[in-house]
């Protein structure tokens, strides 16, 4: 199923339903579908798919100024290691890591531990504020996503990128299967393609607007941080900031095949049959593309991270449903709704040597 905008509501429909390309759903629209669909006389059969849902207005003053703008602390990144590569005592973990089974990071963290349960369930109550991803997978997991993997090479070549850095790929793409091939008629999602490999994000802090209709945030550190200030800051030791922010990742191949829809992708990691079983647990930093492994690392850091070592396929509707939920939150979330690059995968002397869920931990 996907969405489709409109002035005062959403149409939303599955994959064998179709719409009239118009800017406003009219009476005239509603009309052509009811004939489009031989309703008349059959009041229980199914209008294509479809049903009517609100849209977000264009303007409104109900829920007051956004509580979460600006919240988030500029922290210039820093150089990784000196020019005799001594490590800067300034900096701690990175992030996205290899989370291969057998993989062990030898950055020190002591005692500091990531988050082991599902954060909703955590001491915290950690909630969900923000979606994004990257094109390529900024984790490595061997065999899973790596530099073996396969693209159709739409958006750039692996590991060299295109418009956008582009990060490890699955191993799942089959040039002669049209489900990875066949394009989708995107309606909500920006510069996405069918049979790339594309690295979710769902950042969670406890310091989120969390249960308001502020708690979807972009960009998503405004979201983390929007109830903390400077002093809360100061006062917090690194396993605490561990404690209070993560972020869950997974990894899919998009197919042009409603088997795999999803229709939940927007508010986190989904945990069915494989899918968010195979869970790398480690603390780390942000990622993207301003940070990498010599010049470069990133200050917002230590976070927990939760990562699904699997790469699972996902329908192209599954990504533009979610962004049409995007699109529907208080806050603006249009930058967010196409790939962002990633980052080169953290070297294991910048990898936390706390990891759990890996055969080595």
């Known amino acids: 199923m996907f969405l489709l905008t409109s002035a005062g509501f959403l149409a939303v429909a599955n994959a064998g339903g179709t719409v009239h390309p118009q ?3 009219t009476c005239g629209g509603l009309r052509d579908h009811y004939q489009t669909h031989e309703c008349c006389g059959k009041p229980n059969q199914e209008a294509g798919g479809y049903q009517l849902v609100p849209a977000k207005p264009k303007a409104s003053g109900i829920w007051g100024v956004n509580p979460c703008a600006g919240q988030k602390p500029l922290w210039n990144n820093e150089i ?20 291969s089974e057998e993989f062990g990071g ?32 900024e984790h490595r997991s ?18 060299t990128g295109g418009k ?17 091939t066949t394009p989708y008629d995107w309606k909500h999602c920006e510069d996405m393609h069918v049979g790339e490999t ?13 249960g308001t209709p502020w708690q979807f945030q972009s960009p998503f550190y405004d979201g983390v941080f929007c109830n903390g200030n400077d002093a809360l800051y100061a006062s917090l030791s690194p396993q605490d900031i561990a404690n209070n922010v993560g972020v869950q990742a997974q990894v899919f191949t998009i197919v042009n095949d409603e088997d795999y829809y999803y229709p939940n992708l927007m508010w986190g990691m ?11 647990k480690y603390t780390g930093s942000t990622t993207g593309t301003s940070r990498n492994n010599v010049d470069s690392c990133s200050k917002y850091s230590p976070i927990t991270w939760q990562v699904d070592r699997k790469c699972h396929l996902i329908s192209a509707s599954s990504f533009d449903k979610m962004c049409a939920d995007m699109k529907q939150q208080r806050d603006d979330m249009s930058s967010d709704l196409h790939a962002h690059g990633a ?19």
Not at 80 to 99: M, P, R, Y
Not at 270 to 280: E, L, N, P, R
């Open 270 to 280: 989904i945990v069915d049959g494989d899918k968010g079983t195979a869970i790398t």
């Open 23 to 25: 800017t406003s759903l």
């Open 164 to 180: 956008y850095r582009y990060g490890l790929a699955c191993h799942h793409y089959d040039a002669t299967d049209a489900k990875f």
């Open 198 to 210: 594309y690295e979710v994000h769902w950042p969670h802090s406890s310091l989120g607007a969390c």
């Open 80 to 99: 990784c290691f000196d020019d005799d590569n001594v490590l800067n005592v300034n900096i701690t973990e990175q992030a996205g890591a290899d989370v």
């Open 106 to 137: 030898s950055f020190d963290v002591g005692t500091r531990v990531p988050i082991s349960v599902v954060y909703r369930k955590s001491a915290n109550h950690l909630c969900p504020v923000n979606v994004h991803w990257h094109i390529g997978a």
């Open 142 to 159: 061997v065999g899973e996503y790596d530099e073996n993997g396969k693209s159709p090479e739409l958006a750039g070549t692996p590991m």
């Open 343 to 361: 980052r080169e995968v953290s070297s294991a002397e910048l990898t936390a040597h706390n990891q759990e869920g890996n055969s080595n931990s």
